[in-house]
T-cell receptor, first 116, second 115 residues
Framework: DAGVIQSPRHEVTEMGQEVTLRCKPI?????LFWYRQTMMRGLELLIY????????DSGMPEDRFSAKMPNASFSTLKIQPSEPRDSAVYFC??????????????FGPGTRLTVL | AQKVTQAQTEISVVEKEDVTLDCVYE???????LFWYKQPPSGELVFLIR??????QNEISGRYSWNFQKSTSSFNFTITASQVVDSAVYFC????????????FGTGTSLTVIP
């Protein structure tokens, strides 16, 4: 079975440009999470969706960040305009919230974003 | 408050030694779940184990074992006869009603196994 798929794997862009990160969760999973990982802050939850609906976006750093989940098999995280401090590895994870609401999350390979 | 503490930032061991990674948590929930993840140098996060708060039995999976003790709010992870492939950053995480479906991750322990 395919795991969580993220694209691109690497992105290098210049300050001020728009960046779009993409995620395809594991088929059948109904929760999706976007994380950011940096040396300074570790793993931070940015936003998560349940059944395609954003539940908690309190981790989104500022209005430059937005996330959508138009259907159960696709989500995007957009940064506009990007800044050098956005450089990080961005992970997407999915899980199935069924009988137990605290299921393990399965992570994608991450997108390494560098903003020059 | 929900909190996960991994006090060991970095550990180095020689191959074939046993090593224990500590995880201490704080939670107000009576029902909660604890997790361990491995992040090898390639970068992906790999799920290792989930444990619920009602199950205090220790778990063993090959060279890996986990010791859950509610009395000390700890969920420690032991690798027996470590191998170079065990070199990675290991994260402990907590989830429960207070956190919704969110995970609270510790800061991770970087393990280096020296051949």
């Amino acid at each position: 079975d395919a795991g969580v798929i993220q694209s691109p794997r690497h992105e290098v862009t210049e300050m001020g440009q728009e960046v779009t990160l993409r995620c395809k969760p594991i088929s059948g999973h109904n929760s999706l999470f976007w994380y950011r990982q940096t040396m300074m802050r570790g793993l931070e939850l940015l936003i998560y969706f349940n059944n395609n609906v954003p539940i908690d976006d309190s981790g989104m750093p500022e209005d430059r960040f937005s996330a959508k989940m138009p259907n159960a098999s696709f989500s995007t995280l957009k940064i506009q305009p990007s800044e050098p401090r956005d450089s990080a590895v961005y992970f997407c994870a999915s899980s199935y919230m069924g009988g137990s609401p605290y299921s393990e999350q399965f992570f994608g390979p991450g997108t390494r974003l560098t903003v020059l | 408050a929900q909190k996960v503490t991994q006090a060991q930032t970095e550990i180095s061991v020689v191959e074939k030694e046993d090593v224990t990674l500590d995880c201490v948590y704080e939670t107000r929930d009576t029902t909660y779940y604890l997790f361990w993840y491995k992040q090898p140098p390639s970068g992906e996060l790999v799920f290792l184990i989930r444990r619920n708060s009602f199950d205090e039995q220790n778990e063993i999976s090959g060279r890996y074992s986990w010791n859950f003790q509610k009395s000390t709010s700890s969920f420690n992870f032991t690798i027996t006869a470590s191998q170079v492939v065990d070199s990675a950053v290991y994260f402990c995480a907590l989830s429960g009603p207070t956190t919704g479906n969110q995970f609270y991750f510790g800061t991770g322990t970087s393990l280096t196994v020296i051949p």
